[in-house]
């Protein structure tokens, strides 16, 4: 028999590039990882995923092209914790 015991309930590592869509039509876009930061644009639920280039050290914020967007306005696919904490 097999020795090795398989971890129930593991998830599987997330692999490709992370991607935030709005889970929302739009999520607005910051100029810094804060609620209060200046408006810079928005991103669309319409378009394609976006992609992430950043993170707060909290992970509270995801970098875009652009400016920052609030993590909890965001469904993030791919492997966002690899990304570098930006801010």
Same mark, same amino acid.
């Given at each position: 028999?097999?020795?090795?015991?398989?971890p129930?309930?593991?998830?599987?590592?997330?692999?490709?590039?992370?991607?935030?869509?709005p889970?929302?039509?739009? =999520?607005?876009?910051?100029?810094?990882p804060?609620?209060?930061? !200046?408006? &810079? %644009?928005v991103i669309?639920? $319409?378009?394609?995923a976006?992609?992430?280039?950043g993170?707060?050290g909290?992970?509270?914020?995801?970098? =875009?092209?652009?400016?920052?967007v609030?993590?909890?306005?965001? !469904?993030? &696919? %791919?492997?966002?914790?690899? $990304?570098?904490?930006?801010?």
């Open positions: 028999g097999c020795a090795y015991a398989i129930e309930g593991a998830p599987p590592a997330a692999s490709g590039a992370c991607q935030v869509t889970v929302n039509l739009f =999520v607005n876009v910051r100029s810094q804060e609620s209060d930061g !200046t408006y &810079t %644009g669309g639920q $319409l378009f394609s976006t992609p992430a280039i993170r707060s909290g992970n509270n914020w995801y970098q =875009v092209e652009g400016g920052w609030a993590a909890f306005l965001v !469904t993030a &696919t %791919g492997n966002c914790a690899a $990304l570098p904490v930006t801010g």
